[in-house]
């Protein structure tokens, strides 16, 4: 007898939306709400546990089938891609990876071009397809003052309402992918409990398409 099936969630931005999908398929998500803040969560009424991960583990849990499923942005799929199964793509947690860089800058006239970012794997595959060389500078956050610092030419990073890009005067160059949050399955549970996740992926679907015609 198999025990519950266990979902991965990636804590912080995408959370509030995600359990709002969950409360909507009919689950009872009371337990996230709780200030103690516990990793492992029942679901009462549904054979689930759910557990709180950053993004890019969520991915290694899935893959490891320490999960059987996962909710994690698809930024983080292309960055450190996993062989997992991506089954759906939940519509929340929208932005744009892009280029960006001060409006002064014209980055195809420069020979070797430096670029600061947070997913230094996507940032040299976009620059290789248009046959631009590069140099990546890796950050971990506050990639916005890598130009003004002088530390690139431009940045890669994800763009959601544009806003810090305005507030420190840059603008998108270029826009390289649509992002948002993906369901994704462990290959084995996909086989081995083909019924109770397909059943988690059935419901969790009907919500997004009745969230995207309203
Ligand atoms: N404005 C945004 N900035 C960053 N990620 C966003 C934004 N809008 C949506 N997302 C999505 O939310 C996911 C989680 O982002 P979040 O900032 O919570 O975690 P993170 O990328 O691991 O950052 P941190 O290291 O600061 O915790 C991202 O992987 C991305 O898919
Ligand atoms: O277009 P916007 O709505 O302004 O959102 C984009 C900003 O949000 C993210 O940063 P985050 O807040 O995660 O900070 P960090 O990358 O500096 O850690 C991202 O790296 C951008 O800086």
Do not use: W
Request: aromatic residues 4%; hydrophobic residues 40%.
């Amino acid at each position: 007898m198999q025990g519950k099936i266990r979902l991965a969630l990636t804590k912080g931005r995408l959370e509030k939306d995600t359990v709002q999908l969950l409360e909507k398929a009919g689950l009872n998500m009371e337990t996230i709400k709780n200030p103690q803040r516990k990793l492992i969560l029942d679901i009462p009424g549904y054979p689930l546990e759910i557990i709180l991960l950053k993004g890019s583990d969520v991915a290694t849990y899935v893959e490891h089938g320490v999960a059987d499923l996962g909710v994690v942005g698809k930024d983080v799929l292309l960055e450190k891609p996993k062989p997992v199964y991506e089954v759906a793509d939940l519509g929340f947690g929208a932005c744009r990876m892009a280029v960006a860089g001060e409006t002064s800058l014209c980055p195809d006239n420069k020979k070797l071009l430096r670029i600061a970012s947070k997913y230094p794997k996507i940032a040299r595959e976009h620059f290789e397809r248009k046959g631009q060389s590069v140099e990546i500078i890796e950050q971990q956050g506050s990639v916005e003052l890598a130009p003004l610092m002088g530390l690139s030419d431009v940045i890669v990073d994800i763009v959601e309402t544009g806003n810090t890009l305005k507030a420190n005067g840059l603008i998108v160059l270029e826009e390289i992918v649509h992002i948002s949050a993906r369901l994704i399955v462990n290959k084995v549970s996909y086989k081995t409990r083909r019924i109770e996740v397909n059943a988690l992926i059935d419901l969790l679907e009907k919500q997004v398409r009745i969230r995207r015609e309203q």
